[in-house]
């Protein structure tokens, strides 16, 4: 590779090479900064992403192949790295007032969430088993930290440890997937991968299927699917509920960007053995992800156990993978549906900063009583999110959800979508309870005035409900832009 | 005299399940780390076999990548293990309950 080569694919990762180098000089900042002015780096983290979000903009209609083919940049890569720089501004956003308040205000918090969301836009990107696994641990190994950021409390503390367990046992999972798809096909390129499979040279292809399990193994951790789901109610938890914000929408959204690169561009050839897989544990997720958040009191272990649903009716959508005529539709889907959930979610960690007091006061339902009243604006956003949980419409969730089904039902998987269609009926129960206790029953909940928390809540919640209005033309920009490659 | 193969993958399969295992019933923090990085060890292994066998680099230049970040998840996992100490002068997890619902 000449030196021209690799200035050149420099420039096609421009939006990486200058996150990067961003973050090491957010690093040097930090070090000069006393102590009590740590929040300085909150804007400057803030600008860099958005500078990363109008180079990313910039390569739109790029389809190129950089370093010798280890990441892509095509339309995926370019709409998951503008999603990952969105989720880490409004990580940015929600943390500013929160960390001071809570006296955590310390420079890492924004330069490990600038390393981390690096590495979600590499997962978005990977065209190799090799980036896909260093991808997945650039974009982990912050979140192990930043979940464990509020020292020496025990709950934080504990969040951290048990997440990075889990999470190096599930890389210990997709490493060892990849070392036997890599024994039985002699390349780590998905595009190697595939054509070894096409040309039927497979060295052994009950071995490559026990590799691709095992990649579907460790992901399902990453993105929290029954029944490796035992984690994520801890660590959302006992992380501060900004991180847990952030990380709830980053590393869901990068596992499953990893999931459609690998089973949909690197694994059709399994799809009849992992279907049946996909199936049965989209089916449990979404069952139990919604029945045991019907017993929840603490609102962080209720969005935890939503979160864990809401990934059972994205991967829902994935058991259509295998089929050549729905795989493009079934990403486009997923990617729809990720986004609506995203929005969603975030407003609904908005409202939770909003309510908190120190020492883990104010998550419980009952200090959720009587929000209508003493802040109307706060409450009536809080019912749109629920309702976009509940896929109730006019909103996003709702057209999202909408698109799911539509695919799963073609696909033929009619108890599935009958599963899926219940276990909503059933989420309704407990999100509408949050609206019920906000509007139905007295109380004097105190609420922290924050400006970047409102916007967050305020926009999140008008655009659930406008865009609804779009969503069709959204629907086919995104299925015609991000899929051209798939 | 050339060993074969699928006794390398044979054994890196065997090392891994260990792993997993022992992840799985150790409650001691440090040994389940350890565990931890037999799971990956073992897929090392399996990387160096098969890049012998098809006399590629791209397995030997993978290890490499896997052995720098374990390197930089034992940073990170000693480190909250030793937080963890300070707290509560224990790391066995069964001591770690304080979240529950």
């Known amino acids: 590779m000449s030196i021209q080569e690799f200035l050149r ?182 595009p190697g991968i595939v054509s070894t499979v096409s040309s039927g040279t497979l060295l052994n292809p009950l071995i490559f299927t026990v590799g691709g399990g095992l990649m579907l193994v460790g992901l399902g951790f990453k993105v929290a699917v029954v029944p490796f789901h035992m984690w994520t109610p801890d660590v959302y938890e006992g992380a501060p509920s900004a991180v847990t914000a952030f990380m709830s929408n980053g590393a869901k959204a990068a596992g499953f960007a990893a999931l459609i690169r690998v089973l949909v561009v690197a694994l059709p050839s399994i799809a009849t053995d992992l279907t049946p897989v996909i199936w049965i544990i989209a089916a449990l997720t979404m069952i139990l992800g919604n029945v045991v958040a019907i017993a929840q009191r603490n609102i962080k272990r209720l969005l935890a156990y939503s979160s864990i649903a809401h990934a059972g009716y994205i991967l829902m959508v994935l058991v259509a993978y295998g089929s050549a005529g729905l795989a493009a539709q079934a990403v486009a889907a997923a990617l729809f549906y990720l986004v609506a959930y995203t929005l969603t979610n975030f407003g609904a960690w908005a409202v939770v900063i909003a309510l908190e007091k120190k020492e883990g006061r104010g998550l419980m339902l009952e200090d959720y009583s009587g929000l209508g009243n003493r802040h109307m604006g706060l409450a009536v956003a809080m019912t749109i999110f629920m309702l976009s949980f509940t896929g109730v419409p006019p909103t996003l969730g709702f057209v999202g959800k909408f698109y799911l089904f539509n695919v799963v039902i073609e696909g033929g998987y009619i108890w599935l979508a009958l599963i899926g269609v219940l276990t909503s009926l059933v989420s309704a129960y407990y999100y509408l309870r949050v609206v019920v206790y906000m509007f139905m029953r007295d109380g004097e909940p105190e609420v922290r005035r924050d400006v970047w928390v409102n916007l967050t809540a305020g926009v999140t919640a008008a655009g659930l409900v406008a865009l609804t209005i779009f969503a069709a033309p959204l629907f086919d920009w995104a299925t015609r832009a991000v899929l051209a490659g798939f | 005299m050339m060993v074969p193969i699928n006794y390398f993958v044979a054994l890196s399969g065997i090392l891994f399940i260990l792993g997993a295992v022992g992840v799985l019933v150790r409650r001691n923090l440090i040994v389940m780390f350890m565990s931890v990085e037999l799971m990956l060890n073992a897929a090392n292994l399996a990387f160096v076999a098969y890049a012998r066998h098809y006399l590629s680099m791209d397995g030997q230049v993978f290890v490499f990548f896997v052995i720098a970040v374990a390197a930089a998840e034992v940073a990170v996992g000693l480190s909250m293990v030793i937080a963890i100490f300070r707290t509560r002068q224990n790391i066995n997890v069964d001591d770690l309950n304080s979240l529950k619902g």
């Open chain 1, 9 to 190: 694919d420099l420039t096609y990762l421009l939006p990486f090479t200058y996150l990067v180098s961003w973050a090491a000089v957010l690093l040097i900042v930090d070090l000069f900064l006393p102590d009590d002015r740590k929040g300085l780096l909150a804007p400057l983290a803030a600008l860099g992403m958005a500078v990363g979000i109008g180079l990313s903009i910039l390569q739109v209609g790029q389809q190129q192949a950089a370093f010798n083919g280890l990441a892509m940049v095509d339309g995926f890569s370019i709409f998951m790295n503008v999603l990952f720089l969105g989720i880490g501004l409004v990580g940015v956003a929600l943390a500013y007032d929160y960390l001071k308040r809570m006296g955590l205000e310390r420079g890492e918090y924004y330069i490990l969430l600038v390393f981390s969301i690096t590495g979600m836009m590499l997962m978005g990107s990977a065209n190799d088993l090799i980036m896909v696994f260093l991808a997945l641990e650039l974009l982990s190994i912050p979140l192990y930290v930043l979940s464990g950021l509020a020292r020496p409390q025990q709950a934080s503390e504990e969040a951290g440890i048990k997440y990075f367990l889990m999470g190096a046992f599930a890389s210990g999972f997709v490493v060892f997937g990849i070392a036997l798809i890599f024994g039985m096909t002699g390349t780590t390129s998905i």
